[in-house]
T-cell receptor, first 116, second 113 residues
Framework: GAVVSQHPSRVICKSGTSVKIECRSLDFQATTMFWYRQFPKQSLMLMATSNEGSKATYEQGVEKDKFLINHASLTLSTLTVTSAHPEDSSFYIC????????????FGPGTRLTVL | KNEVEQSPQNLTAQEGEFITINCSYSVGISALHWLQQHPGGGIVSLFMLSSGKKKHGRLIATINIQEKHSSLHITASHPRDSAVYICAVRAGDSGAGSYQLTFGKGTKLSVIP
């Protein structure tokens, strides 16, 4: 099956620093990638939809200046958490699909961010 | 916006038992996903279905579009099936290039040897 990778898998940073998370589709081209956040014992919450070559579409309540998304190629999307604060500590997951109407989504393994 | 409800929230079963997890949604959809999330956090897509029934190994997923309901069944459950099972739906009016998902809160399954 299709594979989506994320890097890093785990990151600990100090408050005020920026953290970049990469999401790659390893064996297919993904015109659209999705970024989710999951707090403990909660379900996944969509943060934004990342489209290759264009600006990301953010969900209501998600600050686009804080969570910078870049979809530079058909196989790579990045999420940068700027000026991270402890409340940004969460599990961040990306997913990607080939784009067909009835195609499934393939999820990355997730990145656990801890902001001290 | 679609509301996705799963039941039960928690389920403990003895190894070998037949397990059923239910998912109901409020608005018409184009597709429904069943996902598996292990304690480490990684998510695996088990099924995507828009009608009828699908089977993969010991897993069976069914959907009733009229009743807006889907079930995930696990036959001959095993401790390695222990995970959180998540139902997610894609809106019925999504265009071909968009398939944002609405997620249920998940069902935590523990299979005891």
């Amino acid at each position: 099956g299709a594979v989506v990778s994320q890097h890093p898998s785990r990151v600990i940073c100090k408050s005020g620093t920026s953290v970049k998370i990469e999401c790659r589709s390893l064996d297919f081209q993904a015109t659209t990638m999705f970024w989710y956040r999951q707090f403990p014992k909660q379900s996944l919450m969509l943060m934004a939809t990342s489209n290759e070559g264009s600006k990301a579409t953010y969900e209501q309540g998600v600050e686009k200046d804080k969570f910078l998304i870049n979809h530079a190629s058909l196989t790579l999307s990045t999420l940068t958490v700027t000026s991270a604060h402890p409340e940004d500590s969460s599990f961040y997951i990306c997913s990607a699909g080939r784009g067909g109407l009835f195609d499934t989504q393939y999820f990355g393994p997730g990145t656990r961010l801890t902001v001290l | 916006k679609n509301e996705v409800e799963q039941s039960p929230q928690n389920l403990t079963a003895q190894e070998g038992e037949f397990i059923t997890i239910n998912c109901s949604y409020s608005v018409g959809i184009s597709a429904l996903h069943w996902l598996q999330q292990h304690p480490g956090g990684g998510i695996v897509s088990l099924f995507m279905l828009s009608s009828g029934k699908k089977k993969h190994g010991r897993l069976i997923a069914t959907i009733n579009i009229q009743e807006k309901h889907s079930s995930l069944h696990i036959t001959a459950s095993h401790p390695r099936d222990s995970a959180v099972y998540i139902c997610a739906v894609r809106a019925g009016d999504s265009g071909a290039g968009s398939y944002q998902l609405t997620f249920g809160k998940g069902t935590k399954l523990s299979v005891i040897p």
